[in-house]
């Protein structure tokens, strides 16, 4: 499992790479390429803030190299996005860290693509396999 995530982060880092190298700085690349029927892939990595289930969404907290500063960004999830780490949406917690690759809708909304996540054991949990 932890093969395929790590397969899954490169082929995601590779898309985005070349990405940039074709966008270059161009903001209207996502609006240019949508009209001609042709997605941008993109993605982030940050903590989750907040899960909403009922929306299907994701509040991810993450650090905005662009712009220098802390952001957030709100991400929906389908029927056809992809988990790694957790299996739904419903095994999603606040502190998670989280690798989220996504696409625009037609309306403008960040569509996740595959979601993984990556949990860290609490620190009880590591005292109860010590102990053992």
Known sequence: MRKLALLWLAVCFVGVGL?????????DSVQNKA????????????IVKSVDIAKK?????YYDFENDKDAVITI?????????GSPSLKDINPG???????????????????????????????????EN
Not at 35 to 46: C, F, P
Not at 115 to 122: E, L, R
């Open 96 to 130: 998670d860290d989280v690798e989220v690759s996504y696409t625009y809708s037609d309306d403008g909304r960040p569509m996740a693509e595959a979601v993984i996540t990556t949990k860290f054991p609490s620190k009880e949990s590591e005292k109860t396999e010590k």
């Open 76 to 84: 929906y999830v389908t029927n056809k996005t992809e988990f790694l």
């Open 35 to 46: 009209s001609n029927n042709v997605v941008a892939l993109e993605w982030v990595m940050g």
């Open 19 to 27: 990405g940039l190298a074709q966008d270059s700085d161009n903001k």
């Open 57 to 61: 969404a994701i509040e991810v907290s």
